[in-house]
């Protein structure tokens, strides 16, 4: 090693050159480390050896890159944080630089708008050529300043936020929010909207408390109102008052229950019409359960319930009348047993059956009858209560059902009452036609519990009652029902007999006393059933009238003695006529006198030789009628006898309108001559009536000397009956003319 | 308060940059401790100039200060980051 002046100048050198070095690092560390350099004169060289600044500052500087260390894990930390929270975000999010690249994006950015790239990959990419928009909303945004706009891209719908970020300039983010469920409930709600104004069937919006807070167009058309006059108040002001308190609160409870009510309601429309409403009501709950509105929907059913009454009445009723048919009847029969079973109430059933009804229809036709059926259905509404049923059950049959009755014989009274009304002559084009009913009456429980029993046993007890001659009314009892199957084995019997003409007519003599003689000879019918027997003309010939079987049977009856007559006339029997009788059914046939006088044509017998007999009921039912038909056969001839004259009302002034020839006196008022003064009286009556109208009287059912003196003292000249003759068949009956004469007492009484 | 352990370093008379450097030279030996929490250090200075530099300093270490004027001489307390 050197030592030497050269050796220590350099090291001296050296040292000045370390110091320095040493003063220039620590003044650019402490620089650095942000305060001012050392100072020379503060510090001297040796200090600033032992102080070791370098030393210091270094260690500091390992604290300071470790804090800085830690710091840059600490920001990275905080970036992915961040990072994880955009991506969680339910917004797609962009931050853009100043040259429209990418800054920052989020998942959901990647996924609507830039392909499904990575974010990653995204950042640093030009917006334009990533998004697949091509940035033209951003750019769009920014050159008009908007801060917020609405975008539709592929069928969903956005809306995006501009917003600058104040720390840094340049960059800008955009927040973009799908909006498509919200335009689709929008859509939805305008539609809804669309629907609510223009449906046909009116709707009504009310809150929890009922208050209306809309119509719609139908609504106001239906009820007539305006919508401001119904918004704000309850569907109160539209009630009818036609339905109870109790209609209101079973259909809260109701809804109440079931959140839903359908009914049919009849609300009040503004000008206060009722109109009938089918209506549903739901309740709408919000999140919690709670009702939040009512909604209604209603549609107007006039036009339906109009048809539907109409058609209802149209089942229900006899169009003629207006009373209620036998299909509503049979409803309120059962209604009324259901209530008198359970309150132990009485009620009567009055089965009405107009008698000579049917002549009427079928010889003046069905205007006319339809015209009494009108009039007698007015005649039984007017004798009954409200609240009783009068009803039609067809053809002439009413029915009445007397409710909460107090005994039979309120039942009886009003049957009276029924006969009485019917009795009065019905005018029809100035026409009085007599017409009279029949009434059976039953009463529950005692004569039927159920209504076909009822129905059917007053029908019988009716059927009683035309048996006993009509006009009047019979109480059902249980053995009218046997009659009742007689009456119908009888019907049947007859319908048989007819088309076999399984009949047989007798003949018995008419005598004149003063030739004493037969110079007539009526025509009896007789009916024997096949392992029977004989039945009376009494029991079968209503039945045939009532059945109409008395129109062939009494044409059959007329060629028969026509065609009897006109062979023993041949065979030189001298008589003057054959007597038939006829019924008022044959009568108002409108063929009966054509057919007649075709027989008579047919026989080639002079109408001279023919004699009706007819009751006076017969005449009374329609004098004009029976005055063309008679005079229509009397231009031919025909002789008219009234039957069983005395029994009946006729009134002379009618008789007198009559081509009538002969009165026979019917053999009620013969039987008790001459020991009962009245019949005494009222047959001479007769004899000189007939004599003072110039006909002829004939007594029926003469049986003794002392009959025959007293009708011949009192000028009778024809007589009939037992004293000469019963019917007899014809064969006998020409035995007995062959005896030529008749027993006949000598003209004055020889006791 | 009580348990904290208060390491006072009075540097009166001393001016900067000789303040900053006791300073960290006493930060170099505590580091540790005051990182920990449980240590502060009190620098007592009547340089004004010592305010700006020493604070500045210690901030970019990861320590936190706050300064207080008692009496005409600052109080410089160093404490771990919150």
């Not at chain 1, 069928?155 to 955009?174: C, I, Q, Y």
């Not at chain 1, 029915?399 to 009452?417: F, I, P, R, S």
């Not at chain 1, 039957?643 to 009538?660: E, M, N, R, W």
């Amino acid at each position: 090693m050197h030592t030497g002046p050269a050796a220590t100048v350099d090291i001296a050198h050296r040292h000045h050159e370390a110091i320095r070095y040493i003063r220039a690092k620590v003044d650019q560390l402490l620089a650095l480390m942000g305060t001012l350099p050392l100072r020379a004169e503060e510090l001297d060289d040796d200090t600033l050896i032992e102080l070791d600044p370098i030393g210091i500052v270094a260690d500091s500087f390992a604290q300071v890159l470790a804090n800085l260390g830690a710091t840059n894990r600490e920001l990275l930390v905080a970036r992915d944080e961040i990072r994880t929270i955009l991506d969680a975000m339910g917004a797609a999010v962009v931050v853009l630089n100043a040259d429209f690249t990418i800054d920052e994006c989020n998942r959901l950015a990647c996924e609507w708008f830039l392909h499904g790239t990575e974010p990653a990959t995204a950042r640093g990419q030009p917006l334009a050529s990533t998004c697949v928009c091509g940035a033209g909303i951003e750019r769009g945004m920014l050159a008009h300043g908007q801060r917020d706009t609405d975008f539709a891209l592929d069928g969903r719908h956005f809306h995006a936020v501009r917003s600058e970020l104040p720390g840094a300039p340049g960059k800008t983010v955009f927040l973009y929010f799908d909006i498509t469920r919200q335009k689709q409930s929008e859509a939805q709600l305008r539609l809804y909207a669309q629907v609510f104004r223009n449906t046909a069937e009116g709707l009504v919006i009310t809150d929890a408390e009922q208050r209306i807070l809309e119509v719609n167009d139908a609504f106001c058309r239906i009820l007539g109102y305006r919508p401001e006059e119904l918004r704000g108040q309850t569907p109160r002001k539209v009630r009818s008052g036609l339905h109870d308190d109790a209609f209101y609160a079973d259909m809260w409870r109701q809804i109440r229950e079931t959140d839903h009510w359908q009914g049919e309601i009849i609300d009040r429309a503004r000008d206060g019409r009722t109109v009938p409403l089918l209506e549903t009501i739901s309740a709408v709950r919000d999140a919690d359960g709670a009702v939040s509105h009512y909604i209604s929907l209603v549609s107007d059913i006039s036009h339906l319930k109009e048809t539907q009454s109409r058609l209802d009445y149209l089942a229900h009723h006899d169009l003629l009348t207006g009373l209620p048919n036998r299909l509503l009847f049979n409803d309120r029969l059962e209604h009324v047993i259901e209530r008198a079973a359970r309150d132990r109430t009485l009620f009567a059933v009055l089965y009405i059956d107009l008698d000579r009804f049917k002549t009427i229809n079928d010889s003046l036709g069905h205007h006319i009858g339809d015209q009494v059926l009108i009039q007698a259905a007015l005649r039984l509404r007017q004798l009954v209560r409200r609240s009783d049923t009068v009803a039609r059950l067809g053809g002439d049959e009413f029915v009445l059902l007397l409710e909460d009755l107090a005994g039979v014989e309120e039942a009886a009274q009003l049957a009276d009452k029924v006969i009485d009304a019917l009795r009065v002559p019905f005018t029809v084009n100035d026409v009085a036609l007599h017409v009279g009913c029949s009434v059976g009456i039953t009463v529950y429980p005692e004569d039927g519990r159920d209504a076909v029993s009822l129905l059917k046993n007053a029908d019988a007890a009716m059927y009683k009652v035309k048996e006993l001659g009509r006009d009047g009314y019979f109480k059902y009892s249980e053995d009218l029902s046997s009659a009742v199957l007689a009456k119908l084995n009888l019907e049947n019997a007859l319908r048989v007999a007819v088309n076999r003409q399984q009949f047989a007519l007798h003949y018995q003599p008419i005598v004149d006393l003063d030739r004493g003689r037969a110079v007539a000879v009526e025509a009896l019918i007789r009916w024997s059933v096949p392992d029977q027997g004989a039945v009376a003309p009494e029991q079968f010939i209503p039945v045939a009238e009532e059945t109409r079987l008395i129109v062939p049977l009494g044409r059959w009856v007329a060629r028969t003695a026509i065609e009897q007559f006109r062979q023993w006339q041949q065979a030189g029997m001298a008589l003057d006529y054959v007597s038939i009788n006829v019924s008022a059914a044959q009568v108002f046939h409108r063929d009966f006198a054509a057919d007649l006088i075709a027989v008579l044509d047919d026989c080639r017998l002079d109408g001279r030789h023919l004699q009706l007999e007819l009751t006076e009921q017969v005449l009374m039912y329609d004098i004009k009628v029976c005055q063309r038909v008679l005079l229509q056969l009397r231009a031919r001839g025909v002789r008219v006898a009234i039957d069983d004259f005395g029994t009946g009302y006729s009134s002379l002034a009618y008789l007198k309108q009559l081509p009538i020839d002969k009165l026979k006196i019917d053999r009620s008022f013969v039987r008790d001559i001459p020991g009962d003064p009245n019949d005494c009286a009222i047959a001479a009556a007769v004899i000189g009536l007939a004599r003072t109208l110039d006909l002829e009287a004939v007594a029926e059912g003469v049986e003794t000397v002392d009959q025959e003196r007293f009708l011949r003292a009192v000028g009778g000249r024809m007589v009939q009956g037992y004293r000469y003759a019963p019917p007899l068949e014809a064969s006998a009956f020409v035995e007995f003319m062959a005896a030529r004469s008749v027993g006949v007492a000598d003209s004055h009484p020889s006791r | 308060m009580t348990d904290k352990n208060v390491i006072q370093l009075d540097i009166r008379g001393q001016i900067c940059p000789s303040c900053l450097l006791l300073t960290l030279k006493e930060l170099n030996a505590r580091g540790e401790a005051v990182r920990r929490g449980g240590t502060e250090i009190v620098v007592l200075t009547d340089d004004r100039q010592a305010l700006g530099t020493i604070p500045g300093a210690v901030d970019k270490m990861g320590y936190q200060t706050d300064v207080s004027r008692e009496d005409g001489l600052y109080r410089i307390r160093i404490c771990h980051q919150k």
